[in-house]
């Protein structure tokens, strides 16, 4: 009898970015619930098998995702603030910010029935590392532009947190006007009025 193909490191590696592309682009387009182990085994071109052998669970695919996504978003937000450590560096980081949650909803909005059915299977430790620490982001910007500011942190994070959350009014403001529009314009006035 034949033996299985064992995977490379390298194999392995690549079908891991396979899948949690493939996990990510599903999240977005159908949710958690909706998004099988075996359509994305037949998107990636992999057995069942080789998918467990991999992620023991499909929620273990989830947080990597979701860990990697904010992982990235992280990355290109202070990278952001570092190429331009000015006012204007922290307005682009939160426009890029606010456009990642209005097209991914499904990552950003947690009080979602999909996402809550998500939650609901992982462990304790499991979701405190997905758990995204936005106050200590918000540091990391400040420190990295080395701007200061002119009122206390927390109530300095407290409206920039206040802000993003616009993006759940979306649907009310896009009957009237362009809400990215909208968000740009807000956001630059309390930039400029937050630090110095």
């Not at 669970?57 to 947080?63: A, G, N, P």
Request: aromatic share 12%; glycine share 2%; with cysteine.
């Amino acid at each position: 009898m034949p033996s299985k193909p064992v995977l490379s490191d390298a194999d392995k590696k690549a079908v891991r970015q396979k899948l949690e592309a493939l996990c990510e682009e599903c999240w977005i387009t159908q949710g958690y619930k909706k998004t099988s182990i075996k359509n994305l085994c037949s998107n990636a071109a992999i057995s069942i098998g080789t998918f467990y052998t991999l992620y023991p669970t499909k929620e273990d695919l989830f947080s990597e995702t979701i860990t990697n996504i904010q992982r990235r978003l992280t990355k290109q937000v202070i990278d952001t603030c570092k190429n331009n450590r000015t006012k204007e560096g922290v307005a682009q980081s939160m426009k890029i910010l606010f456009r990642e949650y209005d097209s991914k909803p499904f990552l950003y909005n947690v009080n979602t029935p999909d996402f809550q059915s998500f939650i609901s299977k992982l462990p304790d430790t499991v979701i405190q590392k997905i758990k995204f620490d936005s106050f200590d982001f918000f540091r990391q910007v400040i420190r990295t532009t080395n701007l200061r500011l002119k009122i206390e942190e927390s109530q300095a994070y407290g409206i920039l947190s206040a802000l993003l959350s616009t993006v759940h009014a979306k649907e009310v403001l896009s009957v009237t006007c362009d809400y990215f529009a909208v968000f740009d314009f807000m956001t630059e006035q309390l930039v400029a009025d937050l630090f110095e």
